[in-house]
Nanobody, 124 residues
Framework: QVQLVESGGGLVQAGGSLRLSCAAS????????MGWFRQAPGKERDFVAG????????FYADSVKGRFTISRDNAKNTVYLQMNSLKPEDTAVYYC?????????????????WGQGTQVTVSS
């Protein structure tokens, strides 16, 4: 089993940056594909970015391409989401998730483990 804890959210002005972290427990983190999702009030939980177990197979939602970067450090059991050029429409609760597929999937229902989420608010 994997337990996930997100951190790094907060309030930032449009155009600013934040880096989210997701720390995982357990010895098998390096076997898991990781994803970042976000959910705004009244909306569905949407895929943001995903990264394969070894750090390859990286995918982004079109809405964040060129602005967000996902990475992982398997030695630290942590996955990151660097968010630059933030926009008000990026405001949401951000979640990390894990599964054992060989590459990231965009469907939230395909992930086995979830963190509690961290709030990101971008003011205009």
């Amino acid at each position: 089993q994997v337990q996930l804890v997100e951190s790094g959210g907060g309030l930032v002005q449009a155009g600013g940056s934040l880096r989210l972290s997701c720390a995982a427990s357990g010895r098998t983190f390096s076997r898991y594909t990781m994803g970042w999702f976000r959910q705004a009030p009244g909306k569905e939980r949407d895929f943001v970015a995903g990264i394969g177990a070894s750090g390859g197979n990286i995918f982004y939602a079109d809405s964040v391409k060129g602005r967000f970067t996902i990475s992982r450090d398997n030695a630290k059991n942590t996955v990151y989401l660097q968010m630059n050029s933030l926009k008000p429409e990026d405001t949401a609760v951000y979640y990390c998730a894990a599964n054992q597929f060989p590459f990231p999937r965009v469907g939230s229902g395909l992930y086995d483990y979830w963190g509690q989420g961290t709030q990101v608010t971008v003011s205009s």
